[in-house]
């Protein structure tokens, strides 16, 4: 089945710094690959998405990138603030009817 | 905004007992779907649902598993009888229509088996 790797787990950056989360996947048919953000105890919420036929999207601070050849899709948060701070799941359809195949998680901490 | 909403957000049962978790998904949504997470461990996949069946199930969704929607709202999990291993967060998510991607997930429910 689909297999999705994320890196790093952990990831601490200073405020206003930026914060890049990597996930790889192994169905060359994923043809869409959301990320969700966890703040403790709280639901998954999604941030952002992007398609196979595109590349890059961005929204404010949040750029998602997406290399279909290499199979690999990145979340890019700049300016980061301590309100970024939480658990980050990347996550792809496959080849799907519609089950998400996620990421284990980045615990992402923003220092002040 | 309409959000997902999950009932009970915690549920502690002994082994062997059967449980029934509930979700409500957005109102216009036909899509719905349960997640699992073991703590510490991905989120992993148990079941979609739509037009009243099952779309897909993963291989975790075994007999001690079913979805029903037993009205216009609701969307429930039921296992029949809990493992220790059951123990998990269980997430509901529903998403609108087949060519819209987006899943939107309800908060949780923590089960608890003893």
Not at chain 1, 15 to 37: L, M
Not at chain 2, 74 to 87: A, G, H, P, Q, Y
Request: overall charge negative; hydrophobic content about 30%.
């Amino acid at each position: 089945g689909e297999n999705v790797e994320q890196h790093p787990s952990t990831l601490s950056v200073q405020e206003g710094d930026s914060a890049v989360i990597k996930c790889t996947y192994s169905d060359s048919a994923s043809n869409y690959f959301p990320w969700y953000k966890q703040e403790l105890g709280k639901r998954p919420q999604l941030i952002i998405d992007i398609r196979s036929n595109v590349g890059e999207k961005k929204d404010q601070r949040i750029a998602v990138t997406l290399n279909k050849t290499a199979k690999h899709f990145s979340l890019h948060i700049t300016e980061t603030q301590p309100e970024d701070s939480a658990v980050y799941f990347c996550a792809d359809r496959g080849s799907t009817l519609g089950r998400l195949y996620f990421g284990r998680g980045t615990q992402l901490t923003v220092w002040p | 905004e309409p959000e997902v909403t999950q009932t009970p957000s915690h549920q502690v049962t002994q082994m062997g007992q059967e449980v029934i978790l509930r979700c409500v998904p957005i109102s216009n949504h036909l899509y719905f779907y349960w997640y699992r997470q073991i703590l510490g461990q991905k989120v992993e996949f148990l079941v979609s649902f739509y037009n009243n069946e099952i779309s897909e199930k993963s291989e975790i969704f075994d007999d001690q598993f079913s979805v029903e929607r037993p009205d216009g709202s609701n969307f429930t999990l039921k296992i029949r009888s809990t493992k220790l291993e059951d123990s998990a967060m269980y997430f509901c998510a529903s998403s609108r229509l087949a060519g819209s991607l987006e899943q939107y997930f309800g908060p949780g429910t923590r089960l608890t088996v003893t």
